[in-house]
């Protein structure tokens, strides 16, 4: 059978193959009526046309790729990053290409032989941003996700309303009665854990204690962090905010070992929102990101400046989810 062409949907349609160009390239509009798009939308999929993208991309002197840049793939956050990400890009005839740093956080090998020539452009975690120096990326358009809008190197900036999620987090809290905090923070130095940080001393009240105790993004890494910060019953907090979900995990299996009960001695909540919160007992009060969306907008941003477009937009809301791992403090 013969593959149609963008002639024959031209034919179908009525119209000329610039206008099909025009639609199928999602350059139609102030261009093309809606009405004149949706015909030659339509007329293309009962053909079942598809672009020859090859052949586009020698004619535009592109590959319509963007690499999409994550600390690891045992991180499911990063997962649904991608799944946003993907989704736009192929609305718009993108692909994208995941690239996991091996090391998690640290420097990465180049994945091409040259990234100029295989890529449009690259987003970036603020989490893997070594990465950039191996893959040559720096002359690309980079988008920066989760990192400090004030650096000069990104095209464009995704971030998530880190701060606020903390300042739910502690708020809800000191809701409860909570007056000593632990910070399980991570061992990691990126710019969203200082901004956690920065959030939870801002938020608590003068007449709280905090203590910081840091520890690697793994369950027992944090398990034996917080086994050693629990051991003392005198100085023991009422309250964990931890930085992630992988994190409040390992506190919690460190409290039961201990005999601690969650929340009755000890109230845990975690950040993200990950499929583990609601696998572990009690369930995680955490903070809920959403990942897809993140990686959605910054496709969204990618596009926009490949198109010579400014691109702004407010962080990303967050919210907290309580459950079962908060409650009242426990009395003295």
Not at 37 to 51: D, I, K, S, W
Not at 70 to 87: C, D, I, S, W
Not at 242 to 247: P, S, T, V
Request: hydrophobic share 45%.
């Amino acid at each position: 059978m013969t593959r149609p062409t963008s002639r024959d949907v031209a034919t179908a349609a009525g119209v000329s193959q610039a206008t099909v160009s025009l639609v199928l390239g999602d350059k139609w509009r102030g261009r093309v009526s809606e009405r004149t798009a949706g015909l030659v939308r339509e007329t293309a999929t009962q053909l079942g046309y598809r672009p020859n993208l090859a052949a586009r991309n020698l004619r535009l002197g592109t590959t319509r790729t963007a690499l999409l840049v994550v600390p690891a793939l045992t991180n499911e956050f990063f997962a649904r990053v991608y799944t946003g990400a993907a989704r736009i890009a192929a609305e718009h005839g993108f692909g994208v290409v995941l690239y996991p740093s091996p090391d998690g956080t640290g420097p990465a090998r180049n994945p091409f032989a040259s990234a100029r020539a295989a890529l449009d452009g690259v987003i970036a975690s603020s989490m893997a941003a070594d990465a950039l120096h191996a893959i040559g990326g720096t002359d690309l358009p980079l988008v920066m996700l989760d990192s400090d809008p004030t650096a000069g190197h990104a095209s464009a900036h995704v971030n998530l309303d880190i701060a606020d999620g903390m300042r739910q987090a502690t708020e809800h809290l000191l809701t409860h009665g909570h007056r000593r905090f632990l910070h399980l923070a991570s061992a990691i130095d990126s710019w969203t854990f200082h901004i956690r940080a920065q959030a939870l001393a801002t938020h608590l009240g003068p007449h709280t204690e905090l203590r910081t105790v840091r520890a690697p993004l793994s369950v027992d890494a944090a398990r034996t962090a917080m086994e050693t910060a629990l051991a003392t019953p005198h100085d023991r907090p009422t309250a964990i905010i931890c930085d992630d979900d992988i994190l409040a995990a390992g506190a919690c299996k460190a409290a039961r070992r201990l005999g601690l009960r969650v929340p009755d001695d000890l109230s845990v909540t975690g950040f993200d929102d990950l499929a583990l919160a609601t696998a572990v007992e009690p369930e995680l009060t955490t903070v809920h990101l959403p990942a897809e969306h993140v990686g959605e907008q910054g496709m969204t941003a990618l596009l926009a400046v490949l198109e010579g477009t400014p691109w702004t937009a407010p962080d990303i809301p967050v919210t907290l989810i309580p459950r079962a791992s908060t409650g009242p403090a426990p009395t003295p």
